[in-house]
């Protein structure tokens, strides 16, 4: 059966093309006998021809097809980069994140063009910009007060520290609940996988400290942590060191700063606490060993009550702890 040519590759039909000016120059074939040879239809042949007498053999090489005119121009993505280096609610929408749906709400509005998702992300791409999720920042947090810490503070901590040969600790403490963090899994298309968890509610308690070297200290707490319940943690702390002193940096909860706590700054302890800025979890790393453990060792557990949960979550700080190249990771780029 003969067909037109478009099912064959460029480089082949171009291979055709050239073949037939010599079948019918050199050896004298006609165009139908030409057409047979190839199994290309008898006007395709033709068409070759009459490219070959318009434009020579050039005419007939393989060309690259133009495609559709693109619909963005540069200015359209100069346009959407300076647009995305600010939050979607300046522009009208009703929450701060951009999503594909609001990119192409706003092309058609601002710029009169109708972009499909697919060709939003490639733009979106080619911007050098990945779908990620971003991490919270509190709404109270002082930026000032921040960068006051990380400029004066922080510097004046390590100085101390260097001074006394004192190791450098931070604090947090976190619930983990009964009710797990659910990861992904595969499954058919249309079938959405089931996991089973406990409906019942509650948690266990838990304390850890971790060092920019890799060490960390750990424990599970049945009490409401006050200023007692803590001072039992930086006195285990402690006892790791007996011959440094210990640097403990947490954030302003009630207990960390109550007058027991402050106290220990007075005299000759060798044991100093030190305070961030409040509502800012992200300049303490130890917050990262709670997400680490939550979003990754705990993921998906099968915990049915607190006891069961507490086994695994001492199981899942002592990985942890018995891994200080994972520790370490948790200051990589710590304010840098």
Not at 261 to 281: C, D, M, Q, T
Not at 285 to 297: G, I, L, S
Request: a positive charge; one cysteine or more; glycine letters at 6%.
């Amino acid at each position: 059966m003969k067909d037109d040519g478009r099912k064959l590759s460029r480089e082949v039909l171009e291979s055709y093309r050239i073949r037939a000016i010599t079948l019918r120059d050199k050896m004298h074939y006609s165009v139908k006998e030409i057409g047979e040879i190839f199994g290309i239809k008898y006007e395709s042949v033709s068409r070759w021809f009459s490219q070959y007498r318009r434009g020579g053999i050039e005419a007939l090489k393989e060309r690259k097809a133009k495609g559709k005119a693109r619909i963005v121009n540069a200015d359209d993505l100069r346009w959407l980069q300076s647009v995305l280096q600010n939050v979607a609610t300046k522009y009208g929408f009703s929450t701060p994140l951009w999503t594909g749906t609001y990119v192409r709400i706003l092309f058609r509005r601002e710029r009169k063009v109708n972009l499909d998702r697919s060709t939003i992300w490639r733009y979106l791409v080619r911007l050098g910009l990945s779908f990620q999720k971003p991490e919270k920042r509190y709404s109270q947090q002082d930026m000032d007060l921040v960068k006051t810490w990380i400029s004066k503070e922080w510097p004046e901590i390590q100085k101390w520290a260097q001074k006394n040969r004192a190791i450098i600790y931070f604090e947090d403490e976190s619930g983990v609940s009964l009710a797990p963090v659910i990861g992904k899994t595969w499954a058919p298309i249309g079938e959405t996988p089931v996991v089973r968890v406990t409906g019942k509610r509650g948690g266990v308690l838990a304390m850890s400290a971790i060092s920019p070297s890799g060490r960390m200290c750990f424990r599970l707490e049945k009490r409401k942590v006050n200023a007692q319940v803590l001072m039992e943690f930086l006195n285990q702390i402690s006892v790791q060191h007996p011959r440094r002193k210990v640097a403990v940096i947490m954030d302003q909860a009630p207990c960390h700063v109550a007058k027991r706590i402050k106290a220990l700054n007075e005299g000759s302890s060798k044991l100093r606490v030190f305070h961030l800025p409040p509502y800012s979890p992200d300049l303490n790393p130890d917050e990262k060993v709670w997400r680490h453990m939550k979003h990754v060792t705990l993921k998906n557990h099968q915990a049915q009550d607190k006891k069961q949960l507490g086994r695994l979550v001492i199981g899942a700080l002592r990985k942890i702890q018995k891994n200080p190249e994972l520790t370490k990771k948790f200051f990589e780029n710590y304010l840098t």
